[in-house]
C-alpha cells in the first residue's frame, strides 16, 4: 500500500508510513509558486506508483503546511476532493495549525467543509480524516499535548477496528483532556472569562503576525537565502543557496550539505534548526527550518546574528578565483 505525502513533510509521516510496512508516494510542493500543491503532479504520481504494482490508499496534506509554512485555497482544497473521489483514495487533512494564520488573503478553509459544500456524491463517498491538535495555536504553544481525529464517511467496522487500536494507549494526560475541552468548547460572550479569552488569543495571534513578517523580511535580507512568507503555522523554511565549496566541505566531514550549515550556525551562535534533509527537499536545493517562537523582544537580536553568521559563511566559502 502506498500513501500521497506532500514533499517537504513532517517526518513523523514517512516514519509511521514505514513503520507500517507501506510506501511513501511523495508529490512535492512548488517553491516557486508560494509552496503550492499541484494537482496534475499527484496525478502523475498515483499513475506511476500503480504500474510498479502498489496500490494507493491515501493522500495527506498539511494546512497549514510543515514546514513550509503555506496555505492553500479552496481551489486547491476542492481539485484534491474531487481527485480522491475519483481515484478511491482516502483524504487526510492535518490541520493541526489552522489558528495560525498571519495573512488575510487565504484564510484558513477546513477540508470538511469544502467537502460538504461541494454535495453529493462527494460529501457522502469520500473518505476523510480531519487531524486537529491544543499543542499548536494559542493554547498549548507547544507545550501541552493533545489531539483527535475526526472521521467522516468512514465505514464503521473501520472506526470499530479504529477504537480498539486506540484502547491499547488508554493513558491521556489529566492537562491535554482540560485543554482539548477548552478547544471544543472555548468560552462565549457573556462568560466571565470572555473578555479575556479574546484578548489574550487575539494579542497572541497578533504578535505571532508580526514575528512572521521579522523573520522572512530578516531571512531575505541575507546573502544567499530565499524565503517564502509563512502565511501560517510556525515555522519558516529558507532556502539556502550555499556555495560549492561549502558543499565540498560538507561532504569532507561526511555531513548532508544543510546539516553541515545548520551545525556550523549552532556553534556560532546558538541558534538551533532543522536541516531541510530531515523533511524532504528537491535534489540539489538545501534548506532549513526555524520557529517563529522567539519573543518579538529577542527576535532582532536572533536574526542579527543569523545574519552575521551567514555572511561570514558564505564569505569564507566563496570561490575567489
Known amino acids: ?104 488573503e487565504r484564510p484558513f478553509v477546513s477540508a470538511k467543509k469544502v467537502l460538504m459544500d461541494m454535495g453529493f456524491p462527494y460529501n457522502k463517498e469520500v473518505e476523510l480524516v480531519s487531524f486537529h491538535t491544543v499543542s499548536k495555536g494559542y493554547w498549548g504553544e507547544c507545550g501541552q499535548r493533545g489531539g483527535y481525529f475526526e472521521l467522516t464517511n468512514i465505514d464503521p467496522q473501520t472506526v470499530d477496528e479504529l477504537y480498539k487500536v486506540a484502547s491499547i494507549s488508554l493513558s491521556p494526560n489529566v492537562p491535554g483532556q482540560i485543554f482539548m475541552g477548552l478547544m471544543v468548547n472555548p468560552p462565549k460572550p457573556n462568560d466571565v472569562s470572555y473578555n479575556q479569552y479574546v484578548a489574550e488569543s487575539k494579542a497572541i495571534l497578533e504578535s505571532l503576525r508580526r514575528r512572521a513578517h521579522m523573520m522572512t523580511d530578516g531571512f531575505n535580507s541575507c546573502k544567499n537565502i530565499t524565503c517564502n512568507f509563512t502565511e501560517g503555522a510556525m515555522y519558516s523554511f529558507p532556502k539556502v543557496n550555499l556555495p560549492p565549496l561549502a558543499i565540498a566541505a560538507a561532504k569532507k566531514a561526511g555531513k548532508e550539505p544543510d546539516v553541515f550549515y545548520c551545525l556550523k550556525l549552532l556553534e556560532a551562535t546558538g541558534i538551533s534548526t532543522v536541516p531541510g534533509s530531515g523533511f524532504g527537499q528537491k535534489e540539489g536545493t538545501f534548506h532549513l527550518r526555524t520557529t517563529i517562537l522567539p519573543s518579538e523582544e529577542d527576535m532582532p537580536d536572533v536574526m542579527a546574528r543569523f545574519k552575521k553568521f551567514n555572511f561570514e559563511f558564505m564569505s569564507q566559502y566563496e570561490d575567489s578565483s
Open 1 to 104: 500500500d502506498g500513501v500521497l505525502c506532500p514533499i517537504p513533510q513532517y517526518p513523523l509521516y514517512s516514519a509511521t508510513i514505514r513503520l507500517l510496512g507501506g510506501t511513501l508516494v511523495p508529490y512535492y510542493l512548488d517553491e516557486e509558486t508560494k509552496w503550492g500543491l499541484n494537482i496534475e503532479d499527484i496525478r502523475n504520481q498515483v499513475i506511476a506508483t500503480r504500474k510498479k504494482g502498489i496500490s494507493v490508499r491515501g493522500l495527506v496534506f498539511i494546512n497549514p503546511g510543515n514546514p513550509t509554512g503555506q496555505c492553500l485555497s479552496e481551489q486547491n482544497l476542492r481539485e484534491m476532493i474531487s481527485f480522491c473521489y475519483k481515484e478511491n483514495i482516502a483524504l487526510l487533512a492535518d490541520e493541526v495549525y489552522q489558528q495560525n494564520i498571519y495573512q488575510d
